[in-house]
């Protein structure tokens, strides 16, 4: 799969927009990530309609996809760069700002419509301010919903919501909505985040509708051309193609209008060379968000992202149970002891999507809701107290979880068990977190419990010699008592007697 490259208007504040986008276009670009200003399609100057409607021609004809950005820095106000945002008292007018770009956008087939939260005013305590973004963020979604656009929301440096952290708090607090996405800033990645950037991609690929690129360092917000900067662009590159990202990736240098041509064509120079480097330009097997395509690295906790839950749920949700449950969890975490076996009776047992039934969808979907702080001991509990379909629930919602490795012990209880749907369950993306012997272990316990080994993640990266050996000593006792091992595990052993010498 080839990544698209799409270059940000910002960049270009010099240039008439037309002569902007004919530039980016005979450069090569995909797209175009285009800020809504006075001096580009101004959403409040005489004959918006008319004029979006010549754009949507043109880009047309350039063959240019196109991202609606709404940071435009003195549009609403002459004196007051950004402001007003959703945190002020006068919201109501950004958020007009934001229902006109999702409108806007409609028009145009735009991808995406990104839009960050701003700084907390002085005057504005942070309840009240996290009251309003909620509020705002809610009433632009539910629009953007309606207009089939989907919101990217970016975490931006020094403002109220400035990390991936406070990202996930806020789409908690939403309820979760499909059309409420992420725009990640990779710069903004390796200023503040913890995470190698690679490492941050992987992290929010299931979420992502729209992508920002440039350089950065770590702890200064200051975007830089490609290579003045600390990033190491291929591996980045790579996992975002490796997590079938199919949407703009946006280059962001809003304070290099004074050279743009030149930055443009630098900049697409070298992100080809980047994405050869990390042979993103060959094609490869498409993914559905959150999931693994064939031949795909394998992301950290590789399961549907709790948005594809909820999609697949969308047939079988009980009079609109779920949404309430969701936003019923919101607002006090220790309810979903009470809604998680419900779920059964409430959405059924149909399987939604390949080796998820609705039931299991749905409580997965409602763990994923809990605050961080609550996550690993609301699920011990769910897990201690439930019948088997509601442990194995668990167990297969920890990787979507905030919990680190503090629910181990879950892994280990269900190995134990003799309940082949617990076992298979424990050893999914979550079980990254077993040592090595246990997991072994377990692995074994399969092949004894016939339970096959596809069920295993990561299995053909965490196999090794001990494993293999014993494997070998189980082969021989079956040999011994006239039985053979399962076809899956003797192809496992022979694969792995070839690769170690054994």
């Known amino acids: 799969m080839n990544l698209r490259f799409g270059y940000g208007t910002n960049g270009f504040a010099n240039h008439r927009l037309g002569d902007a986008l004919a530039v980016l276009a005979d450069l090569g670009y995909d797209g175009v990530a285009l800020t809504l200003d006075h001096h580009h399609l101004d959403p409040y100057a005489p004959g918006l309609a008319r004029r979006v409607s010549g ?15 709404t940071g435009a820095r003195y549009l609403l106000d002459p004196r007051r760069k950004h402001a007003p945002t959703l945190l002020h008292d006068e919201r109501e007018v950004r958020l007009d700002f934001l229902l006109r770009a ?12 990104s839009c960050w939260s701003g700084v907390r005013p002085p005057a504005v305590d942070a309840q009240l301010a996290w009251d309003r973004l909620v509020d705002g963020c809610a009433r632009l979604t539910e629009a953007a919903s309606k207009a089939g656009v989907p919101v990217g929301f ?33 710069g903004h990645c390796r200023c503040l985040e913890p995470e190698p950037v690679a490492d941050c991609v992987v992290a929010a690929a299931p979420w992502l509708v729209n992508v920002q690129i440039e350089d950065m360092r770590r702890g200064v917000h200051e975007h830089l051309e490609f290579g003045e900067g600390e990033i190491d662009f291929p591996p980045v590159l790579r996992a975002l193609a490796d997590a079938g990202y199919r949407g703009l990736v946006g280059v962001e240098l809003p304070r290099h209008s004074h050279a743009a041509p030149d930055v443009a064509r630098r900049s697409l120079t070298f992100l080809r060379a980047a994405a050869g480097q990390s042979g993103t330009a060959t094609d490869r097997p498409a993914a559905a968000p959150g999931m693994r395509a ?91 107290h439930g019948d088997a379909a509601e442990k194995r629930a668990v167990l297969r919602a920890l990787p979507l979880l905030p919990v680190g490795a503090s629910a181990v012990e879950l892994l280990h209880d269900a190995i134990r068990t003799n309940d ?9 993306p979550y079980a990254a977190h077993l040592d090595a012997a246990a997991w072994r272990q377990a692995v074994v316990k399969c092949v004894f419990m016939g339970i096959a080994l596809s069920c295993v993640d990561d299995l053909d990266h965490r196999a090794d010699s001990e494993l293999a050996a014993m494997l070998a000593g189980v082969a021989d006792e079956r040999h011994a008592a006239g039985r053979e091992l399962p076809a899956d595990a003797a192809a496992l052993l022979a694969r792995l007697k070839a ?4």
């Open 154 to 186: 970016e975490p931006e440096p020094g403002m109220f919501v400035q990390d991936l952290s406070g990202w996930r708090a806020l789409h908690r607090a939403l309820g979760m909505p499909r059309a409420f996405g992420l725009t990640l800033d990779l």
């Open 420 to 428: 082949t749907r617990l076992v298979a369950a424990a050893l999914g």
């Open 102 to 113: 999702v409108s806007i956008a409609s028009d145009l087939g735009a991808e995406a419509v």
């Open 294 to 384: 064939p031949g795909q690295r394998r992301p950290a906790g590789a399961v549907p992202a709790p948005e594809v839950l909820r999609a697949a749920l969308a047939g079988v949700d009980d009079g609109g149970w779920l949404d309430e449950a969701l936003r019923r969890v919101a607002a006090d975490p220790s309810v979903i002891s009470r809604l998680f076996p419900a779920a059964a009776r409430r959405c059924g047992r149909a399987e939604v999507l390949p080796g998820w039934t609705a039931d299991e969808a749905a409580r997965a979907v409602l763990l994923a809701m809990l605050p961080a702080e609550r996550a690993a001991v609301q699920a011990r509990a769910l897990y201690r």
């Open 55 to 69: 754009l949507a021609t043109r880009l047309m004809e350039l063959g240019l996809s196109v991202v609606i950005e």
């Open 499 to 502: 690769e170690k010498g054994i």
